[in-house]
């Protein structure tokens, strides 16, 4: 069926994957979250301090580390990280070295924490442009956690959201799913593959900007947004806390009537009409 037409690589397959949960609109359950974080502002904050901008990604790294650590407990069961855009092969040639260097060295010294943790840690986005050791250092923590059930940490290294659409419209086979249904779930199976994730319930941004940067385009149809000016650096558990506090906080309505309205018997649709 659907599973049947994508061309699904050995690793796929023989993969524990986690229930597929392409579609899920969570939120229905808030226990259970997905959070992304664009984490923005290493450059700034390495600048106010006179530093070179690596020395900004190299306290991001602690951000990170706090993140995670917190993430269980704020009730958040998958993480995504955006780390390298496909754009960031943009900057100068001895920042992406760098970057390079303190992803290869970070998922080692990490995994061992990663295990005990109950971590999970996959990468999503493209392999074929990493340097080789890099590809195989994320292949063996990919391994090494995958048993992990308290946090699913995705992080996105050379990834765009465009061109994991472009690959699942490319997965499309002749002859695909007819039905609006059936097409949604294809794609999203396709987009999430090889490990398969949900939506995202709340994409937060550090740093100030308010944009999107071609970052899980089609899982974040329906997020909650969340932008602040804290540089990623500076992000503490404590943020991360606010941040899903603000998101407990919302409506959300996914384009039907207020839940909350629905509840005191006002379902007048010019009153509630919702987005
Ligand atoms: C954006 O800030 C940040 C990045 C492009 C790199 C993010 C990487 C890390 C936080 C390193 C650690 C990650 C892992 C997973 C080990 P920017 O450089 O664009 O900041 P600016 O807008 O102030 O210039």
Same mark, same amino acid.
């Given at each position: 069926?659907?599973?049947?037409?994508?061309?699904?690589?050995?690793?796929?397959?023989?993969? @524990?994957?986690?229930?597929?949960?392409?579609? &899920?609109?969570?939120?229905?359950?808030? @226990?259970?979250?997905?959070? !992304?974080?664009?984490?923005?502002?290493?450059?700034?904050?390495? *600048?106010?301090?006179? /530093?070179?901008?690596?020395?900004?990604?190299?306290?991001?790294?602690?951000?990170?580390?706090?993140?995670?650590?917190? =993430?269980?407990?704020?009730?958040?069961?998958?993480?995504?990280?955006?780390? %390298?855009?496909?754009?960031?092969?943009?900057?100068?040639?001895?920042?992406?070295?760098?970057?390079?260097?303190? %992803?290869?060295?970070?998922? &080692?010294?990490?995994?061992?924490r990663?295990?005990?943790g109950?971590?999970?840690?996959?990468?999503?986005?493209?392999r074929?442009?990493?340097?080789?050791?890099l590809?195989?250092?994320?292949? /063996?923590?990919?391994?090494? +956690? #995958?048993? $992990?059930?308290?946090?699913?940490?995705?992080? =996105?290294?050379?990834?765009?959201?465009?061109?994991?659409?472009?690959?699942? !419209?490319r997965?499309?086979? !002749?002859g695909?799913?007819? +039905?609006?249904?059936? %097409?949604e779930?294809?794609v999203? #199976?396709?987009?999430?593959?090889?490990?398969g994730? /949900?939506?995202?319930?709340?994409?937060?941004? +550090?740093?100030?900007?308010q944009?999107?940067?071609? %970052?899980?385009?089609?899982?974040?149809?329906?997020?909650?947004?969340?932008?602040?000016?804290?540089?990623?650096?500076?992000f503490? $558990?404590?943020?991360?806390?606010? !941040?899903?506090?603000?998101?407990?906080? *919302?409506?959300?309505?996914?384009g039907?009537?207020? #839940?909350?309205?629905?509840?005191?018997?006002?379902?007048?649709? #010019?009153?509630?009409?919702?987005?």
């Open positions: 069926m659907i599973r049947s037409t994508l061309k699904i690589s050995r690793r796929d397959r023989d993969h @524990d994957e986690p229930p597929y949960h392409g579609s &899920e609109r969570a939120g229905q359950n808030r @226990d259970r979250l997905h959070v !992304a974080i664009i984490m923005d502002g290493n450059g700034r904050w390495a *600048r106010e301090r006179g /530093r070179p901008r690596t020395a900004g990604h190299v306290a991001g790294t602690k951000a990170v580390r706090d993140a995670v650590r917190c =993430a269980p407990d704020l009730g958040i069961t998958t993480l995504t990280l955006y780390a %390298f855009s496909a754009d960031n092969w943009r900057r100068p040639q001895n920042e992406v070295s760098h970057l390079m260097g303190l %992803f290869h060295k970070h998922l &080692e010294t990490e995994c061992a990663l295990v005990d109950g971590v999970r840690l996959t990468v999503i986005g493209r074929d442009r990493l340097p080789t050791s590809e195989r250092r994320i292949a /063996r923590v990919e391994e090494r +956690t #995958q048993a $992990g059930r308290s946090l699913h940490l995705r992080v =996105a290294i050379d990834y765009s959201a465009r061109e994991s659409l472009m690959s699942a !419209a997965r499309l086979a !002749a695909g799913p007819q +039905t609006r249904q059936a %097409f779930r294809y999203s #199976q396709a987009i999430h593959a090889p490990w994730t /949900r939506d995202v319930d709340l994409l937060i941004r +550090t740093g100030g900007e944009r999107l940067s071609d %970052f899980l385009l089609w899982e974040s149809a329906y997020a909650e947004l969340f932008f602040t000016n804290v540089l990623w650096p500076d503490s $558990g404590a943020d991360l806390g606010r !941040a899903v506090e603000a998101f407990k906080g *919302r409506d959300r309505r996914y039907g009537l207020s #839940q909350r309205s629905t509840a005191s018997r006002d379902s007048s649709p #010019q009153a509630e009409k919702a987005v």
